[in-house]
């Protein structure tokens, strides 16, 4: 039975990649022509373009996101979204769903990737890790997504966590961009995507329901950067609770 499992989860991987590959090439196009627009107009087109395009892939893979306390969100109001990241399985769901135009912070090594650059690079702040001058050129990208009232969809836990128990530590970033551009922040979890795309196997997949749950979002007016690290812990704090108490009830 295990073996049959494991021939399944390499069959099913390579129909999702299929399929991501041919929705991709029809979405191509236009997501080219609109990464020649400035922001705030290209998030703004882009955004609907992705929705689409995920609302029919997902269920094309079998794995429907549903979507909890979008309503929190309100009108005219931009947010840091800061959501937990467990697997790759995370990035189609995440940016998508967010109600409304939003940017990301994305790692440049995948933008240099044949045609799915083009689309990475125009929904996304790129940062070279490895170099101080692209993650102090980032924040400043990141501040000016904020002024244009574009949300920010950030993953404070910095990398995949693959112990399946839990938030790892949060890094400083998202709070203190939130800070200094005095905007609320809006967590959310995401549910079950580990079990799509487990970080502990190579190219393998089940199908799965997933859900993306916002909570009540925490204003950061009147904040300092002297309370970015009170903020993190207690952001993490609320974002592990939810976790863990719904994790089994999704």
């Known amino acids: ?4 499992k494991n021939i399944g989860g390499y069959i099913f991987a390579t129909y999702i990649a299929i399929v991501f590959v041919a929705t991709m090439l029809v979405v191509l196009l236009p997501i080219w022509i609109i990464s020649f627009f400035p922001e705030p107009k290209r998030a703004q087109l882009l955004h609907p373009v992705f929705r689409v395009w995920m609302a029919v892939y997902m269920p094309l893979i079998f794995c429907p996101v549903r979507r909890k306390g979008k309503e929190k969100f309100a009108a005219g ?14 990035i189609p769901v995440s940016s998508p769903w967010i109600p409304g135009a939003n940017k990301t912070l994305a790692k440049i ?3 240099k990737m044949p045609l799915f650059g083009i689309i990475y690079k125009t929904g996304s702040i790129l940062v070279d890790r490895k170099s101080e001058q692209s993650r102090r050129n980032s924040f400043a990208q990141m501040q000016d997504t904020l002024e244009k009232g574009i949300h920010l969809c950030l993953y404070p836990e910095g990398t995949r966590n693959k112990s399946g128990v839990g938030l790892q530590n949060f890094f400083d970033g998202a709070f203190t961009t939130a800070v200094k551009g005095q905007k609320p922040i809006m967590p959310g979890i995401i549910f079950n995507t580990a079990r799509v795309l487990p970080a502990n196997k190579t190219f393998w997949a089940s199908p799965h329901s997933i859900d993306f749950h916002f909570l009540d979002p925490i204003p950061t007016k009147g904040m300092t950067i002297e309370d970015v690290p009170a903020l993190k812990v207690k952001v993490r704090e609320i974002m592990e609770k939810y976790y863990t108490e719904n994790k089994n009830k999704v």
């Open 1 to 4: 039975m295990k073996l049959l």
């Open 77 to 90: 109001e931009n947010y840091v979204v800061v959501i937990n990241h467990n697997s790759f399985m995370d």
């Open 109 to 111: 090594e995948i933008s």
